[in-house]
C-alpha cells in the first residue's frame, strides 16, 4: 500500500509570486483535501476534491485554487503569494464514506520571502 | 473563531505516567472528534477517533473520553513512554462535510522524560 506522497518537500519563493504544490493520494482512495499549518498551529482545511470538483472550501481566498486529476492526484496552487502563506501545506487523501479516516502526506513547507 | 480549544500548550510527563491533554469545542454540529499524533517532519497520523453516542473508547494506552453536556473531549496516555513525545492534535467535523473538513485544535507538545 503506498502512502500519501507530496512534492516538492521543502519550498522557497518570493512574495507576488505562484506556486504549484502536487499530491499523490493513497492507493484506493478518491477524496484529497489540503490543510496549512503554520508554525506552532494546528492544520487549517483549504478545500476538498472529489470527482476532480471542489467538495469544501475553509476560510481561504479565491487565489488558493487546486486540481484533482483522474488518477485522484491533487495540486494545490497558490497565487501572488504573501509572507503570511509562509506554512507546511498537508494534503490528505480519504475515501469518501463515512468514517474514513484522513491519511496525511509529510507536507510540503513552504517559505515565502 | 478558534471552534476547538486545547490545552496544555505543552507537558511534560514521567515515563510511566499518565499524559492527559483536553480540548473543548463550541459547535454543537460536530459528530466525530479524532486524535493525531504528529513527530517532528510528519504529517499527522490518526490516533483514536470518537463519536458523540460514547462517552470513552479505548485502543492499547489510549483513552477518550467525552463529555457532551459540557462539550470536552479529552486524550489520556496511559504508561507514557518516551516515544509518545510529539505534538498532539484534537480535532473535531460535521456531518454535512463527511469526515473530511476537520477543525483542528492548536497542538500540545508532549515531551516524556525518562
Known amino acids: 500500500e503506498t502512502g500519501v506522497t507530496q512534492s516538492p518537500t521543502h519550498l522557497i519563493k518570493t512574495r507576488g509570486q505562484q506556486v504549484t504544490l502536487r499530491c499523490s493520494s493513497q492507493?484506493?482512495?478518491?477524496?484529497v483535501s489540503w490543510y496549512q499549518q503554520a508554525l506552532g498551529q494546528g492544520p487549517q482545511f483549504i478545500f476538498q476534491y472529489y470527482r476532480e470538483e471542489e467538495n469544501g472550501r475553509g476560510n481561504f481566498p479565491p487565489r488558493f485554487s487546486g486540481l484533482q486529476f483522474p488518477n485522484y492526484s491533487s495540486e494545490l496552487n497558490v497565487n501572488a503569494l504573501e509572507l503570511d502563506d509562509s506554512a507546511l501545506y498537508l494534503c490528505?487523501?480519504?475515501?469518501?464514506?463515512?468514517?474514513?479516516?484522513?491519511?496525511f502526506g509529510n507536507g510540503t513547507r513552504l517559505t515565502v520571502t | 473563531q478558534q471552534q476547538v480549544k486545547q490545552s496544555p500548550q505543552s507537558l511534560i510527563v514521567q515515563k510511566g505516567g499518565i499524559s492527559i491533554i483536553n480540548c473543548a469545542y463550541e459547535n454543537t454540529a460536530f459528530d466525530y472528534f479524532p486524535w493525531y499524533q504528529q513527530f517532528p517532519g510528519k504529517g499527522p497520523a490518526l490516533l483514536i477517533a470518537i463519536r458523540p453516542d460514547v462517552s470513552e473508547k479505548k485502543e492499547g494506552r489510549f483513552t477518550i473520553s467525552f463529555n457532551k453536556s459540557a462539550k470536552q473531549f479529552s486524550l489520556h496516555i496511559m504508561d507514557s513512554q518516551p516515544g509518545d513525545s510529539a505534538t498532539y492534535f484534537c480535532a473535531a467535523s460535521e456531518p454535512n462535510f463527511g469526515n473530511e473538513k476537520l477543525t483542528f485544535g492548536t497542538g500540545t507538545r508532549l515531551t516524556i522524560i525518562p
Open positions: 492507493s484506493g482512495h478518491n477524496t
Open positions: 490528505a487523501s480519504s475515501l469518501q464514506v463515512a468514517n474514513s479516516p484522513l491519511h
